[in-house]
């Protein structure tokens, strides 16, 4: 098994929104904002080369959207999901599994394209992929409720389903896939799935959004977004004491500057160890 990191941009989202309760005297030693308010943000994604498998964890926010749209993100920076893929030897045409943790707009944007430009005409970004939902997350998704209605796109997430290229993963009892075991949480939004992927002696576990970036080790630091914020609570406790007695390798997707870090038990909890490059252990 080898482990690629693909970079697909930044954009940026409000500082307050993204840390909740905490107030931006505490937020912003670690994260920064511009005369705006805004924070930026990574949409880094992995993919896994595992024999003749190419699974790709997330693809970002992709293009499809209008300029008012992309006006409200603000994308920047050189990298891009094909640039990545080519960078590290592949194209979109050689991925064979497109796992999505979930189906929020900048984890999944990048796996669906109009044709020519045609709005009324879409097509996979990954023509020969397996898309890898859960049946769970897919009816919350394509029945979104009142708060999360503009995160969830119908022209990012139907056309997966027209094409006859998704598959759903049974999470019940605790999921599992090919390459990498699956841990659920539903505090973000329901039914997010968070790989857990076994390399080189280490545990690497992508935190998607249960963890976006170093800043959120804190307990109480909640985005905002989150739709049940004291479940988010629960299990990013729980799951950070797990993290610290097992030395996991927790994957940023959207840190900024730190692709990886780990944790550790202190007298305040659980509390930044270390941040590296995801080089330093390929």
Not at 127 to 147: C, G, I, L, M, Q
Request: contains cysteine; aromatic residues 10%.
């Amino acid at each position: 098994m080898q482990l690629h990191v693909i970079d697909t941009g930044f954009f940026k989202l409000d500082g307050g929104a993204m840390f909740g309760v905490v107030p931006k005297s505490l937020w912003q030693r670690t994260n920064p904002a511009d005369e705006k308010n805004m924070c930026t943000w990574a949409m880094r994604c992995l993919l896994v080369e595992d024999g003749n498998r190419l699974t790709l964890i997330d693809n970002g926010i992709g293009n499809k959207q209008d300029a008012k749209f992309f006006s409200h993100y603000y994308l920047h920076g050189d990298h891009s999901l094909d640039g990545s893929l080519k960078q590290a030897g592949f194209s979109p045409g050689d991925i064979t599994d497109m796992f999505l943790t979930h189906l929020h707009f900048d984890h999944c944007g990048g796996g669906v394209d109009y044709v020519n430009e045609d709005k009324e005409r879409m097509e996979l970004h990954f023509p020969n992929a397996r898309y890898w939902s859960n049946a769970d997350h897919w009816k919350w998704a394509t029945e979104p409720n009142a708060r999360e209605k503009a995160s969830f796109l119908k022209e990012n997430i139907q056309p997966m389903q027209q094409s006859g290229q998704l598959n759903f993963i049974d999470i019940d009892g605790g999921g599992s896939f090919d390459q990498f075991d699956v841990i659920t949480a539903d505090g973000h939004t329901d039914k997010q799935m968070l790989p857990k992927i076994r390399y080189k002696d280490h545990t690497i576990v992508f935190m998607a959004d249960l963890l976006p970036s170093v800043g959120h080790i804190p307990l109480p630091y909640v985005m905002g977004y989150d739709t049940r914020p004291l479940l988010t609570l629960q299990e990013k406790g729980d799951f950070l004491k797990e993290a610290a007695d097992h030395n996991y390798v927790l994957f940023l997707e959207h840190d900024a500057v730190n692709q990886c870090c780990t944790v550790k038990h202190t007298e305040k909890g659980v509390r930044l160890d270390r941040t590296f490059p995801l080089s330093e252990i390929l």
